[in-house]
């Protein structure tokens, strides 16, 4: 079962963020969608130095949220090479904190053990589908789905969700959770009466269960 | 030294006779799901009757009771098929085509010594175990792995005299 979000340790990781700076730093560097970059092209990003980007940075990487690695950009090799440039990525994990402590994955573990020992599939799919129309949304469909945390990205006909809102979920009860998921995707875009796009299991390494691809017009 | 394979059974009671509607798209997305386990990374053997190209047919355990069973490298490669492609999908869909009334566990998995094949009476020992037991070195889940037997070393001392 999951302990409760509590203060530690979850609060040292998003204490980090609280500079409004460094928080545009963290966002320049998950933009990237797990490529991992330069001092050099945050400082660009945001407008800034190089030396105060990877100060953010290097802050970030203390606090957990970014992982560094080492690599040299040029392709040049050998001694006369250049130093390899220092890279960061967003660091694989959660951060999350609730006061009071409060325990909702939990709670949705057993929901959704209860839902797959029960095969009552069906009427999680429905209702997920109906809770995605009621959102009333509105919006193109890229908008929609950054909105709800997806971070949706083009690739080609298809829409790819470089995150799953319910991942660690998902990798405990996928069936159930990612049959959720694509419901409550369907009835976001049926909700926002976006037609020119259809939600479908379809995974890939590093993204969420659920893609979109062009819907074919009859 | 010893190495193992991951050994896999699965059960479920089929809503309807393969032949009825409602099982249509099961019975439509076999040959893809057949054909992409056999190219899987890491997959070793799948449990096949005789005459068809899968173990839909078999009946081993009883009249309603349908079973696969499969032989995988690792945890990994058996988890990443059956949830990290197209028969996701399929599992999605698996109440409308399966129930598992009167079932504990429906999927158990265990380390067989590699080159060996499993079978459905040992696959269903093992099912029994799990229910019994809980998950367990003997007996587990997707959910909750266990790690390979350690590989057993066997030291032969060559001056010892085979009488004593």
């Not at chain 2, 890491?42 to 081993?60: I, K, N, Q, Y």
């Amino acid at each position: 079962m999951t302990a409760p979000d509590d203060l530690e340790p979850g609060l040292d990781g998003l204490l980090a963020l609280g500079d409004p700076v460094r928080r545009a730093a963290f966002r320049a560097v998950t933009a990237r969608g797990g490529e991992p970059v330069s001092r050099e092209e945050v400082a660009a990003a945001l407008g800034i130095g190089r030396t105060l980007a990877a100060f953010h940075l290097d802050k970030l990487a203390d606090a957990g949220l970014l992982d560094v690695s080492y690599a040299r950009r040029s392709g040049r090799t050998g001694p006369g090479a250049g130093r390899p440039a220092k890279l960061y990525r967003p660091a694989p994990g959660e951060h999350a904190v609730s006061v009071p402590p409060r325990a909702y994955r939990s709670a949705a573990e057993l929901l959704a053990e209860a839902v797959d020992r029960a095969g009552a599939d069906a009427v999680l799919h429905q209702v997920a589908r109906e809770r995605g129309r009621a959102e009333g949304a509105d919006g193109d469909v890229m908008t929609l789905l950054a909105a709800r945390g997806y971070d949706p990205v083009r690739d080609g006909a298809r829409i790819r969700l470089r995150n799953c809102p319910f991942h660690r979920l998902a990798e405990q009860f996928p069936p159930v959770v990612c049959g959720m998921n694509l419901a409550l995707v369907d009835g976001l875009l049926d909700g926002a009466g976006v037609t020119g796009w259809l939600a479908a299991i379809d995974p890939s390494a590093g993204h969420c269960c659920v893609a979109l691809s062009k819907a074919k017009h009859r | 030294m010893t190495s193992f394979h991951l050994a896999q059974l699965n059960i479920g009671r089929p809503r309807a006779p393969l032949s009825e509607p409602v099982m249509a798209d099961f019975v439509a997305g076999l040959p893809r799901l057949n054909a992409l386990a056999d190219a899987a990374p890491g997959f070793v053997w799948r449990l096949r009757d005789e005459s068809t190209d899968d173990a839909t047919g078999l009946r081993p355990f009883g009249p309603d009771i349908m079973l696969n069973m499969s032989v995988w490298t690792s945890v990994e490669a058996l988890r990443e098929y059956v949830y990290r492609t197209v028969h996701l999908e399929a599992l999605r869909r698996r109440a409308e085509w399966f129930r598992h009334d009167g079932f504990d566990h429906h999927l158990v998995l265990w380390w067989i010594p590699a080159g060996t094949l499993p079978t459905v009476d040992e696959a269903w020992a093992r099912l029994e175990r799990l229910d019994r037991d809980g998950p367990g070195p003997e007996a587990f889940t997707l959910r909750r792995p266990w790690p390979p037997p350690t590989p057993a070393f066997a030291t032969i001392r060559r001056d010892v005299d085979p009488d004593d």
